[in-house]
């Protein structure tokens, strides 16, 4: 065996051509770094044993810490255990490879603090397999590096190593002190030791620079779609090549398939989403996260993977965007959504008992016995359970993939990276050997375990170019070096000790290799790479993601080689201005030149293509022939009314043909949640009978109602961090309750319902023709007085009522109107409405008793007997429904009209953008509306699911 030893050659992707002398003699020649001639060692002399994963050893080194207890540590081991182990056995490691023996130096270390630490900690080492239960530590890389060293100082001589030569392409006395004893050993052993010859040569040097990633990638992709004599180019990745790909797939170029640096895969994203979920307090947001986890597909025609089963997530999702909060009450949404999944499970046992057994696993785990956490503690035992269902269902998950799909996809190396990092996370906690852990350490301890390998937006396809990541890893027989994103990229190499503690290792007879060796030895590895090339071809963006970059340092050093070598083209050693001189660097547009396109001896004919161009629209109101009756309404509702009276083309598409965003969810939040969960105390007050006869609920039993239904409705508020905005929260709601009650008595008042149901059966006149459409809703509160006159009241909770004003003084309270013509009275007395602003405490009212902001007369009237825009929410309704007859039968007859939506066509404004043209347009298309005795109710068209689709949302295409 021959092998080719660099030290940054670990991850090259070739091998050699041959053999350096020019032959291609029989036998095997292996290329590699530090990591792959280690194993080869390991192999040969017979002391190869299982990887164990970092985390594990973490985890006994953790332990050990415990044991040693050493003061240095100690306070930062109390306050974050996990990377305080994690950064001392890398300390530790470090050390060990340096060739630290602690139980032969007989040093004494008390001067040196870490050392210290260290060395008291390494007496509890005892180096073993994790399946040796006299082990405490299991050997990490650096063990393995001394063992092999003193196996080869010991035996080399006279052990067959299998090994015949070892080409070094770094100058050997570069190499840190470790290796540079291997390297002698192996020469001792018998092993032919050469270094590959040095290479002075500059290659010819051309920078192309594009204002970013985009034009950039362009210009790389048409020069490799183009370039001759592949096999001699070798590309340098030195970022994702996600954008270059795209322009590669465009000219029917292979795809280097190169991720983006972060080693972070999605996979890593289960393990922290499902702990979110399950651990105490209950985060709503991350248990709807955990419900709609999706994995993907490997395909179009294959449905995406999920870890819950959609027939139980849609279930209980729906139930949380009805109530944000997860409730054991019967009468809960959460428990609505166990009981249906139940009841479907009775019905179809055969399609639905698996999702009911699912569903109500989920329900133990998340809310009858969820793991234990007491003053932020965890016990470990309880989260057990967790686990062992996680586990059991990407396993599951696995075995059918297996059965259904035809290759080894994206989303079967999702499932089984994902396994492993469950598997990895529980092992680590084994080894721990405690029974209680922080919730934070635990999150610790799953990034920790975290798969590594980073996945690309494109696969690399077979071609006949090499692509390393790295100066350094290109082959020497390269001919080309095109180098993608030739920007600095990686951090310099830091210092592990201080002089002191290096001058305190070197008594003990250890060889410490000082970071700014390792820096020039990777440097000079980077610029061997560059000059084994006749051509070095870099492309470079000015920005990469909003930020400028620059160039990498070893174009510097080319630079100073470039400057050296022709003084009078270049007339200066400055590296800047040879960077920057025209020979070296060209524009992106600097390379299309009339009707070609050229980059060094590369000519492409290119053609002109004509501007495509996106005219916008003028309107977005449509006219369709035929009858479109089909498309009215079975029911209404006032929201739906709300939709007609604003955008008929919106209801249309909304509510007539179905259309809405992809499955998606929304939780309740901020003033929808704390809404909800206040007309829920509100309705049992009443249901409870608190507010029966002349009883007016007392302040502690609002209280006691609040606090038991926030958990129901608004567990957010029980979050830690939440305490103080609960209790604002709370303050506000049980004084603003008071008031409401009370005034209500006073103005004669008697409460008898909250939350009811009506249905009205109204009588429309569309197209000419009379239909009846039942009206349907619920009311929030409802009352009468003691002539049996109805009173009806809508609560609010908003930041500001002055809407609420506006809307009855402008004759748009439209949903007051629905409640007062639905309402059913005896005495023919029009009913009083009102709304309650709760987080204000104060009624929007046309009776002045309860509001007495309102003034009779502060809008003009609609007509002689008042009703209308003065203010009369009863008076409104005739109005209401000419209305909605004139928008659905301009909808039977094939007219679908979006008025907002024109206006913001035809002013060529953005939703959401302010526009005092658009706001003075609106206002006169309603008094038009008006003068002829209809209402068009003004919303921001920013609200609207269908501003894309209309095509106003700046997007004409």
Same mark, same amino acid.
């Given at each position: 065996m021959r092998i080719e030893f660099g030290w940054t050659l670990d991850r090259a992707p070739w091998q050699s051509r041959g053999n350096s002398d020019g032959t291609n003699k029989a036998g095997t020649t292996v290329v590699t770094g530090p990591l792959g001639l280690l194993g080869i060692l390991q192999t040969r002399l017979g002391t190869t044993r299982p990887t164990v994963e970092r985390s594990l050893r973490i985890a006994q080194y953790r332990s050990l810490l415990t044991q040693a207890d050493h003061p240095w540590y100690r306070r930062s081991f109390a306050n974050d255990p996990w990377n305080t182990a994690h950064h001392l056995l890398q300390l530790r490691d470090d050390a060990i490879e340096a060739g630290w023996h602690l139980t032969t130096d007989g040093q004494d270390y008390t001067r040196y603090l870490r050392l210290d630490a260290l060395a008291t900690v390494e007496k509890h080492v005892a180096l073993g397999p994790?399946?040796?239960?006299?082990?405490?530590?299991?050997?990490?890389?650096?063990?393995?590096?001394?063992?092999?060293?003193?196996?080869?100082?010991?035996?080399?001589?006279?052990?067959?190593?299998?090994?015949?030569?070892?080409?070094?392409?770094?100058?050997?006395?570069?190499?840190?002190?470790?290796?540079?004893?291997?390297?002698?050993a192996l020469d001792d052993a018998g092993v032919t030791i050469t270094e590959a010859s040095p290479i002075t040569e500059t290659p010819k040097l051309t920078i192309v620079r594009g204002q970013d990633e985009w034009s950039t990638a362009e210009a790389a992709a048409r020069y490799l779609a183009h370039a001759s004599d592949r096999?001699?180019?070798?590309?340098?990745?030195?970022?994702?090549?996600?954008?270059?790909?795209?322009?590669?797939?465009?000219?029917?170029?292979?795809?280097?398939?190169?991720?983006?640096?972060?080693?972070?895969?999605?996979?890593?994203?289960?393990?922290?989403?499902?702990?979110?979920?399950?651990?105490?307090?209950?985060?709503?947001?991350?248990?709807?996260?955990?419900?709609?986890?999706?994995?993907?597909?490997?395909?179009?025609?294959?449905?995406?993977?999920?870890?819950?089963?959609?027939?139980?997530?849609?279930?209980?999702?729906?139930?949380?965007?009805?109530?944000?909060?997860?409730?054991?009450? $019967?009468?809960? /949404?959460?428990?609505? @959504? !166990?009981?249906?999944?139940?009841? *479907?499970?009775? +019905?179809?046992? &055969?399609? =639905?008992?698996?999702?009911?057994?699912?569903?109500?696993?989920?329900?133990?785990?998340?809310?009858?016995?969820?793991?234990?956490?007491?003053?932020?503690?965890?016990?470990?035992?309880?989260?057990?359970?967790?686990?062992?269902?996680?586990?059991?269902?990407?396993?599951?998950?696995?075995?059918?993939?297996?059965?259904?799909?035809?290759?080894?996809?994206?989303?079967?190396?999702?499932?089984?990276?994902?396994?492993?990092?469950?598997? $990895?996370?529980? /092992?680590?906690?084994? @080894? !721990?050997?405690?029974?209680?852990? *922080?919730?934070? +350490?635990?999150? &610790?301890? =799953?990034?920790?375990?975290?798969?590594?390998?980073?996945?690309?937006?494109?696969?690399?396809?077979?071609?006949?170019?090499?692509?390393?990541?790295?100066?350094?890893?290109?082959?020497?027989?390269?001919?080309?070096?095109?180098?993608?994103?030739?920007?600095?990229?990686?951090?310099?190499e830091a210092e592990t000790w201080d002089p002191a503690e290096v001058e305190?290792?070197?008594?003990?007879?250890?060889?410490?290799?000082?970071?700014?060796?390792?820096?020039?030895?990777?440097?000079? @590895?980077?610029?061997?790479?560059?000059?084994?090339?006749?051509?070095?071809?870099?492309?470079?963006?000015?920005?990469?993601?909003?930020?400028?970059?620059?160039?990498?340092?070893?174009l510097s050093r080319l630079a100073e080689s470039l400057a050296a070598a022709d003084p009078e083209q270049f007339e200066t050693k400055s590296v800047d201005a040879v960077l920057s001189h025209p020979t070296i660097t060209k524009p992106v547009a600097a390379l299309i030149d009339d009707e070609s396109w050229r980059l060094n001896n590369l000519t492409v004919a290119t053609d002109l293509a004509?501007?495509?161009?996106?005219?916008?629209?003028?309107?977005?109101?449509?006219?369709?022939?035929?009858?479109?009756?089909?498309?009215?309404?079975?029911t209404l509702s006032y929201t739906q009314i709300?939709?007609?009276?604003?955008?008929?083309?919106?209801?249309?598409?909304?509510?007539?043909?179905?259309?809405?965003?992809?499955?998606?969810?929304?939780?309740?939040?901020?003033?929808?949640?704390?809404?909800?969960?206040?007309?829920?105390?509100?309705?049992?007050?009443?249901?409870?009978?608190?507010?029966?006869?002349?009883?007016?609920?007392?302040?502690?039993?609002?209280?006691?109602?609040?606090?038991?239904?926030?958990?129901?409705?608004?567990?957010?508020?029980l979050l830690p961090g939440q305490l103080t905005r609960r209790n604002t929260i709370r303050t506000t709601a049980l004084a603003s309750l008071i008031h409401l009650f009370t005034a209500l008595k006073e103005r004669g008042v008697r409460i008898t319902?909250?939350?009811?149901?009506?249905?009205?059966?109204?009588?429309?006149?569309?197209?000419?023709?009379?239909?009846?459409?039942?009206?349907?809703?619920q009311r929030d509160l409802e009352g009468t007085f003691d002539d049996g006159r109805p009173a009806i009241v809508d609560l609010k909770w908003a930041n500001f009522d002055k809407r609420y004003r506006t809307m009855i003084d402008d004759g748009e309270a439209v949903q007051l109107s629905v409640y007062s013509r639905t309402a059913d009275t005896s005495t023919g007395a029009k009913p009083l409405t009102s709304y309650f602003m709760l987080k204000q405490g104060r009624f929007v009212s046309t009776d002045s008793a309860l509001d007495p902001n309102f003034t009779v007369g502060a809008a003009d009237s609609f007509d002689d007997e008042g009703n209308g825009l003065g203010g009369d929410p009863a008076g409104l309704w005739p109005i209401i429904q000419r209305s909605v007859e004139t928008a659905l039968t301009h909808i039977a007859t094939g007219r679908f009209d979006s008025p907002s939506g024109d206006v913001h066509a035809e002013l060529q404004t953005a939703p959401g953008a302010r526009n005092n043209e658009v706001d003075k347009t609106l206002k006169a298309l309603k008094e038009e509306e008006l003068a002829e005795q209809r209402l068009f109710v003004i919303k921001p068209q920013s609200y609207s699911d269908f501003n894309l689709i209309y095509g106003i949302a700046g997007d004409h295409s």
């Open positions: 994790p399946h040796d239960p006299t082990a405490t530590l299991a050997p990490g890389r650096a063990d393995d590096l001394r063992e092999v060293l003193e196996l080869l100082q010991l035996h080399g001589a006279s052990w067959p190593l299998g090994i015949d030569t070892v080409e070094l392409r770094d100058q050997r006395a570069g190499l840190p002190p470790v290796w540079q004893d291997i390297v002698s096999e001699r180019i070798s590309i340098i990745a030195g970022d994702s090549t996600t954008v270059l790909d795209q322009q590669l797939a465009r000219r029917r170029a292979p795809a280097l398939g190169v991720p983006k640096s972060s080693p972070t895969t999605p996979s890593a994203q289960v393990l922290p989403v499902f702990l979110s979920a399950v651990l105490p307090p209950t985060d709503i947001r991350r248990v709807a996260e955990f419900l709609h986890l999706s994995f993907g597909s490997d395909g179009a025609e294959t449905p995406a993977l999920t870890l819950v089963p959609r027939s139980v997530s849609s279930t209980l999702l729906g139930a949380l965007t009805q109530e944000s909060g997860i409730s054991g009450d $019967s009468g809960s /949404a959460w428990m609505r @959504a !166990l009981a249906m999944l139940k009841a *479907r499970a009775h +019905e179809n046992p &055969d399609t =639905a008992s698996k999702a009911w057994e699912t569903a109500r696993t989920l329900d133990g785990l998340l809310r009858v016995s969820s793991p234990e956490v007491d003053e932020d503690l965890l016990t470990i035992k309880s989260l057990q359970p967790a686990l062992d269902w996680l586990s059991s269902r990407l396993r599951n998950l696995t075995l059918s993939q297996q059965k259904t799909a035809t290759d080894n996809g994206t989303t079967a190396t999702f499932l089984a990276e994902a396994s492993n990092h469950i598997a $990895s996370f529980r /092992a680590a906690l084994t @080894a !721990l050997d405690v029974d209680t852990l *922080r919730v934070r +350490e635990l999150f &610790d301890i =799953a990034e920790s375990c975290a798969p590594q390998s980073a996945h690309s937006s494109a696969s690399a396809h077979a071609a006949a170019w090499t692509v390393v990541n790295d100066p350094s890893e290109v082959p020497a027989d390269a001919e080309t070096i095109v180098w993608w994103s030739s920007r600095r990229a990686t951090q310099s305190a290792l070197t008594a003990a007879g250890c060889q410490i290799s000082p970071a700014t060796e390792r820096e020039r030895l990777r440097q000079a @590895a980077e610029l061997r790479g560059l000059r084994s090339a006749h051509t070095l071809l870099c492309f470079c963006p000015d920005t990469v993601r909003g930020e400028e970059v620059s160039l990498h340092p070893v004509a501007t495509e161009v996106f005219e916008p629209p003028q309107t977005v109101s449509r006219s369709l022939d035929g009858d479109f009756t089909h498309l009215l309404p079975e709300d939709q007609l009276l604003s955008d008929p083309l919106e209801w249309t598409l909304n509510r007539a043909l179905g259309l809405s965003h992809g499955y998606s969810f929304d939780i309740p939040t901020d003033n929808r949640m704390i809404g909800t969960l206040v007309h829920a105390v509100v309705q049992h007050l009443v249901d409870a009978g608190e507010t029966r006869g002349d009883n007016n609920p007392m302040a502690s039993v609002i209280a006691k109602a609040f606090d038991r239904l926030v958990p129901r409705f608004a567990s957010e508020l319902a909250a939350e009811a149901d009506f249905t009205y059966d109204w009588t429309l006149i569309i197209a000419g023709t009379p239909t009846v459409i039942p009206l349907r809703g």
